[in-house]
């Protein structure tokens, strides 16, 4: 059965000058799922999720929202999420928070923060941070606001293997509360224990679609690894 659409973009295209970023790439969202969107650097993943979000207008094709005006309903967490410097954990959630027009009290955010396990760190200048406290109050903020859909770009990039097993169990325990998720990553064995489905974009267009296990029977690989090369080794 498959799930209801947030979003569908159809037939996207964005190009930059003579280069051409984004060929007819057609995709959607479903509620309730964990949606990987793989591929190589520079391969049109970024302008993708750009258009998809809203952030670029396409010079071809259209999005599709579930609702006249998503942004209030969905979550964005960056690579380097801009944080306030100078600012504790809990200052720069009560500013994003104030920033989805959510006036909450003190004792809530800190309830939140202890959800992601940033009691401890509530007070501490969020740049004083540990890479994987910043992972975490990144999408502590992305999340204060309680979207419907979560964007996660590259997640656990850059982070030690007990930080990687937080954010990981993180996800899954978002997923499993019904929050639905599209994120980024270039580690394939991570995607297939996350993702309930995935996109491969390559070239700017999209290579391959649908659930681990499908795609892995389909290309008779035996793992994403080997599946990721071979497709992305066929690069124009």
Not at 178 to 196: N, P, Q, R, Y
Request: a neutral charge; charged letters at 25%; one cysteine or more.
């Amino acid at each position: 059965m498959m799930l209801p659409t947030l979003i569908q973009a159809k037939g996207l295209r964005k190009t930059y000058g003579q280069r051409t970023a984004v060929h007819d790439v057609t995709l959607d969202i479903r509620e309730g799922e964990v949606l990987a969107i793989i591929g190589p650097n520079g391969s049109g993943k970024s302008t993708t999720l750009d258009l998809v979000l809203g952030l670029r207008r396409p010079d071809i094709g259209t999005v599709t929202y579930w609702t006249k005006d998503p942004a209030p309903h969905i979550g964005l967490q960056l690579q380097s999420t801009p944080f306030f410097p100078g600012f504790t954990a809990l200052e720069n959630l009560r500013m994003f928070a104030a920033f989805y027009e959510k006036r909450l009290k003190d004792a809530v955010l800190i309830e939140h923060l202890s959800s992601f396990g940033l009691t401890d760190a509530a007070n501490t200048d969020a740049l004083r941070l540990s890479g994987g406290q910043q992972k975490r109050l990144a999408i502590a903020i992305a999340l204060v606001h309680t979207p419907k859909l979560l964007f996660l770009d590259e997640p656990t990039a850059a982070l030690d293997p007990r930080a990687r097993r937080d954010i990981r169990e993180l996800i899954r325990s978002l997923a499993d509360k019904g929050t639905s998720i599209v994120f980024t990553s270039h580690d394939m064995e991570e995607v297939h224990k996350l993702a309930s489905r995935l996109v491969l974009i390559c070239d700017g267009r999209v290579k391959a679609s649908g659930t681990p296990d499908e795609l892995l029977s389909y290309y008779r690989t035996d793992s994403l690894e080997q599946l990721y090369i071979q497709l992305t080794d066929e690069r124009e």
